[in-house]
């Protein structure tokens, strides 16, 4: 384990806790360096992480390693090996699960900067640490900051942490936005009553 990969995971850990992206207990972290995956241990405290509960899994197969590792290694994997994104985060953030259990197919961002960074946000189908989740997050992935896993949460992904993150804090904030905007009675929604808003789609 290089000293590195850990601290750098453990950092992003606090950050997604502390920001209210997810619980401590839920959700996982990875960077993919040097043709391996660091990645944090099943049932690590995202705000706790250290030396031990960050672990390596090979990039190209499953191995025995993947045992101790996150029950999502096999997603984290399959985005690796799918599209050109060096880091990944997955939270449980609760607007972005909200939104997915409501609209079909995708989140479509209306604040601005939603819109102008994130673009839409698809809407993916697959159990916790199954093959279908991974097709379906590599697939979203190759042309997406994030996309969410329907119910569960959000996987976001960029070529360095700090990309993945803010990828993770535009989904919850558009979701929320979003949400909160659609809960306001659409007969008094002045200004977007005369412009393009709809209320899914
Ligand atoms: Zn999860």
């Not at 939603?114 to 698809?122: D, K, S």
């Not at 919850?172 to 905007?181: A, C, F, G, N, Q």
Request: hydrophobic residues 40%; contains cysteine; proline residues 2%.
């Amino acid at each position: 384990m290089t000293s590195d990969a850990w601290q750098e995971i453990a950092r992003f850990g606090r950050k997604v806790v502390s920001s209210g992206l997810t619980s401590s207990r839920f959700g996982n972290i990875s960077i993919c360096q040097d043709g391996r995956i660091f990645i944090t241990a099943t049932g690590s405290m995202l705000d706790e992480l250290d030396s031990s509960t960050v672990v390596e899994v090979s990039l190209e197969n499953p191995c025995e390693m993947d045992k101790i590792a996150s029950i999502e290694t096999c997603v984290h994997r399959a985005i690796y090996l799918n599209t050109g994104k060096m880091a990944i985060i997955h939270t449980h953030s609760p607007y972005a699960v909200v939104l997915s259990m409501v609209e079909m197919e995708k989140v479509e961002p209306i604040d601005s900067e939603g819109v102008l960074f994130l673009g839409e946000v698809p809407i993916i189908e697959g159990k916790l640490g199954t093959d279908m989740l991974a097709k379906a997050a590599s697939l979203a992935l190759k042309s997406h900051m994030a996309c969410i896993a329907r119910g569960h949460g959000v996987f976001a992904a960029g070529g360095t942490l700090m990309e993945a993150y803010t990828a993770a804090c535009m989904v919850e904030h558009s979701s929320l936005v979003r949400y909160l905007v659609n809960c306001y009675p659409q007969g008094k929604n002045l200004y977007l009553n005369q412009h393009t808003f709809k209320s899914s789609g």
